[in-house]
Nanobody, 113 residues
């Protein structure tokens, strides 16, 4: 059974940093691509960043240069380092396995101005 357990997040002032982590189980971790999505109140869920099984990354324009997605195949974790946070980054963030379409439980990130 696939399971994604998220940690991190919380409340931070604008300009601050947060790190999200997603621990996966029930899959051969190294074979899968992962992504981070976010959903702000009243808005659709949107792709933030993804990382292939080889470690190739991509980012939505709004977070380029501020966010970094990474993976640790030994620990079976995918992290999202978020720097220079803005109030518009406030959302619930979700970890996602691309191939199996499984979601993490969601983590609230709130950036105050």
């Amino acid at each position: 059974q696939v399971q994604l357990v998220q940690s991190g997040g919380g409340l931070v002032q604008a300009g601050g940093s947060l790190r999200l982590s997603c621990a996966a189980s029930g899959i051969t971790f190294s074979m899968y691509a992962f992504a981070w999505y976010r959903q702000a109140p009243g808005k659709q869920r949107e792709l933030v960043a993804d990382i292939s099984s080889r470690g190739i990354t991509s980012y939505t324009d709004a977070v380029k240069g501020r966010f970094t997605i990474s993976r640790d195949n030994a620990k079976k974790t995918v992290d999202l380092q978020m720097n220079s946070l803005k109030p518009e980054d406030t959302a619930v963030y979700y970890c996602y396995i691309v191939a199996s379409r499984d979601w993490g439980q969601g983590t609230q990130v709130t950036v105050s101005s």
